[in-house]
């Protein structure tokens, strides 16, 4: 493939435009990631990365939201909070199935009573382990 100017000038046209590499791909034919080097050697602007954008959303942590009650609605007592595990409480026969992010509070670990032989309980088990579909052609 031949980098004419008309070429170049196409690329850094719809590069400067904010087009998808897979798109200024399809458009020039050829390949994203040659799109990519080409415009690395051009030395264009840098574009974030779609993967850590996608990461850095993720990763922003909100409070959560009280619920607006009306005011005449009185409230019973709350239910008491189940215990939670933590790691140095946790044994061989409890489950080690963790609930929710470790960096957020009320974090912990399931702490039922483990499967012997596996580190989870009965219903994290069903979870964590699921067999495999045979191939076609194979015998069940």
């Known amino acids: 493939m031949d980098w004419t100017p008309e070429r170049i000038a196409e690329l850094t046209r719809l590069w400067n435009d904010g087009l998808a590499t897979s798109e200024i791909g399809k458009r020039l034919g050829i390949s994203k990631n040659a799109v990519v080097g080409k415009a690395h050697r051009l030395h264009l602007s840098a574009r974030p990365s779609p993967i850590r954008r996608v990461i850095m959303r993720s990763a922003i942590v909100r409070p959560p939201r009280a619920?607006?009650?009306?005011?005449?609605?009185?409230?019973?007592?709350?239910?008491?909070?189940?215990?939670?595990?933590?790691?140095?409480e946790l044994s061989n026969q409890t489950c080690k199935w963790p609930i929710g992010h470790p960096n957020e509070a009320g974090f912990h670990f399931c702490g039922e009573r483990a499967i012997v032989g596996k580190p989870y309980c009965q219903s994290h088990t069903a979870l964590a382990y699921v067999r495999a579909k045979p191939k076609a052609g194979e015998a069940a």
């Open 67 to 88: 619920p607006v009650e009306p005011r005449h609605v009185q409230h019973a007592a709350p239910p008491p909070a189940p215990a939670q595990e933590r790691v140095v």
